[in-house]
């Protein structure tokens, strides 16, 4: 199996091949086809697996299939994470697949100044990376609008969930669209994950991957 034959534009495959990567990890293989046809996924994979070129680069694809927004770039993906260190790893990756692309992205979560991550919302992205509080934060203090947000990607839920974050998760879905795709990645797939996908989800493609 090869990068090429998934549908990714040269961009694309040229920033994979900058990572030294040859071929597409399991859960990269099953997860890219479905998320450019633009369905819902449910994928049980660990860190390790590659699941997050596994969301990043079909949605860097799907983005870049529309006519550039006019004006201030309004958020079109919105990634959630459990921990401050993985929005940073996952916007890490985020930039690097995306370096080829004229797309911009940003990070925010809590515990630090919050008013350098307002002036990057307020320049406009169009993939924010986040922890649930902060983006709760600055929707409430109008720095940032999701009512235009397409994809979103629930990372690690069962962290979210250990971690009590969900009801703030389903703050911040009240303030998307209700019409959109959304990805879920998760290490274990148990009965309280599969009930927040019933919630989440629309008829998801199920993907299971064992460890890396
Ligand atoms: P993740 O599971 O997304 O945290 O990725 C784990 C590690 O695998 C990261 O260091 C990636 O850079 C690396 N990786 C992702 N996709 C591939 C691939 N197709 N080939 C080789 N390494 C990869």
Request: no cysteine; aromatic share 4%.
């Amino acid at each position: 199996m090869s990068f090429n034959t998934l549908g990714l534009r040269p961009e694309l495959l040229r920033a994979v091949a900058d990572e030294g990567y040859t071929e597409p990890t399991p859960v990269q293989v099953q997860a890219i086809p479905v998320i450019l046809k633009g369905g819902d996924v449910m994928a049980g994979a660990q860190t390790g697996t590659g699941k997050t070129a596994g969301f990043a680069l079909p949605i860097l694809e799907r983005l870049m299939q529309q006519p550039v927004p006019e004006g201030r770039r309004p958020v079109r993906v919105l990634v959630l994470t459990p921990t401050r260190e993985l929005a940073v790893q996952v916007s890490e990756s985020m930039r690097v697949y995306g370096k080829h692309l004229p797309l911009r992205s940003t990070v925010v979560y809590g515990g630090v100044n919050i008013n350098p991550q307002t002036d990057e919302l307020r320049r406009g992205v169009d993939v924010i990376v986040a922890t649930p509080g902060r983006l709760l934060d600055h929707a409430e203090q109008k720095h940032v609008d999701l009512s235009k947000v397409q994809v979103l990607v629930l990372d690690e839920a069962d962290r979210m969930l250990d971690m009590g974050f969900i009801p703030d998760v389903r703050r911040i879905i009240r303030l998307l669209p209700k019409q959109r795709q959304n990805l879920l990645f998760s290490a274990t797939l148990s009965t309280e994950i599969r009930m927040l996908a019933h919630d989440f989800l629309r008829q998801p493609v199920m993907i299971q991957v064992a460890p890396q």
